[in-house]
């Protein structure tokens, strides 16, 4: 004999309420509409609504409780018996929520489906950002047809298959199951002249201009959403969302890391020597940085505040200035002059120095 309580999952002394719960859930998890050419669920489906048709009788329950069956001693028990069958406890329970994808209501509306749009810009429109209009494509109703995709006049005319519903109900066991309709794939409606605009399709890819406005701060692969500008959607659903994805073109004298600027300068062995105020591009216009005496090459400056933006934000990062001491191709006889005089005095106070180092680093070695 069955344990009907067993196969709700709910103990002897449940309540109405508790074993009505408990029938719902189950009854969700194996629905065939949710399992279809399930041969297990639609079992587990059956024998739940077995359970659930008796012990929410309370005559039946109290049958079952006393002698195993709802119908009492010496009776078959039918579950499609009883008063209103199984279809009345089923509406009572889920009112219309099953009409939601069985297809009672038509077909169902959906979102459209989601574009991208892969925009390139330059450092200085991530920086500061930047309007761009592009132009984009979507599929849009075919104004000839109305979206139709029948010849003006010519119909659709509602498929007599399902009529107009797009799906078609059968008997399965003793509940009935819906299905895409095969004549018009669910669209309740067939096309018996379509239309030359579109070719019967109801749509036409056009492109619409669309204004994108850049944020100041964004890097490459940055993604901006655009709600809304995607596929339209179907069946009168929300139209898809267009996504733009961002590429950030090189730039010749910055190089961006993060939110700070690197660049690298130029600088004599002189100005370097000797100390110098410099001109250095920013990405702001130009600024002056003070190289102290004895500025070694490599060495670097930070210019604060003159980095990339944070986007949505007034923060901004820094510049990172990268000293690099030139050393001249061509000089004329006059600096050769002065240069070997230099390097008269100077000696070879360099290469001394470096002599020492290595004294020091083999030094154990030897
Ligand atoms: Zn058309
Ligand atoms: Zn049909």
Not at 33 to 54: L, Q, V
Not at 237 to 255: A, C, K, R, T
Not at 294 to 323: A, E, L, Y
Not at 338 to 366: W, Y
């Amino acid at each position: 004999m069955k344990d009907y309580y067993d196969i709700l999952g709910v103990s002897r002394d449940a309540s109405d309420a508790d074993i009505k719960k408990a029938f719902r859930q189950l009854a969700l998890k194996y629905h065939p509409d949710r399992n279809p050419d399930n041969k297990g669920s639609e079992e587990k489906f059956k024998e739940i609504n077995e359970a659930y048709s008796c012990l929410s009788d309370s005559e039946k329950k109290s049958n079952y409780d006393r002698f195993g069956t709802a119908e009492g001693v010496g009776a078959g028990y039918s579950p499609f018996g009883g008063a209103g069958g199984f279809g009345d406890i089923f509406e009572d329970i889920f009112g219309d929520f099953f009409g939601t994808f069985t297809g009672r209501r038509g077909p169902r509306p959906a979102k459209g489906d989601d574009l991208r749009y892969d925009i390139n810009i330059t450092l200085m429109e991530a920086a500061f950002g930047a309007e761009k209009i592009i132009e984009v494509p979507r599929w849009e109703n075919c104004s000839e047809c109305k979206g139709t995709g029948a010849e003006p006049g010519k119909g659709p005319v509602t498929c007599s298959n399902c009529k107009g519903t797009g799906q078609v109900r059968f008997q399965q066991g003793f509940f009935s199951v819906a299905k895409t309709c095969g004549k018009c794939h669910g669209a309740g409606r067939i096309i018996t002249d379509p239309c030359k605009a579109c070719k019967g399709h109801g749509k036409i890819k056009q492109y619409r201009n669309i204004s994108v406005k850049v944020p100041a701060g964004v890097d490459a692969d940055s993604r901006l959403r655009i709600s809304g500008e995607g596929e339209l959607g179907i069946y009168g659903g929300p139209p898809g969302d267009l996504y733009i994805i961002l590429d950030v073109e090189e730039h010749p004298f910055f190089q961006r890391e993060g939110m700070n600027l690197y660049c690298k300068v130029p600088v004599s062995f002189p100005q370097a020597a000797l100390g110098s105020e410099i001109e250095i591009p920013t990405i702001d216009g130009s600024t002056k940085l003070k190289i102290p005496a004895g500025t070694p090459s490599g060495k670097t400056f930070n210019i604060k505040g003159k980095g990339m933006p944070k986007v949505g934000s007034h923060q901004r990062g820094d510049q990172v200035v990268i000293v690099n001491i030139e050393v001249p191709k061509h000089i004329t006889p006059r600096q050769k002059e002065l240069l070997e005089e230099f390097s008269k005095i100077n000696g070879d106070e360099v290469s001394k120095g470096f002599r020492e180092k290595l004294k020091d680093i083999f030094a154990g070695t030897k």
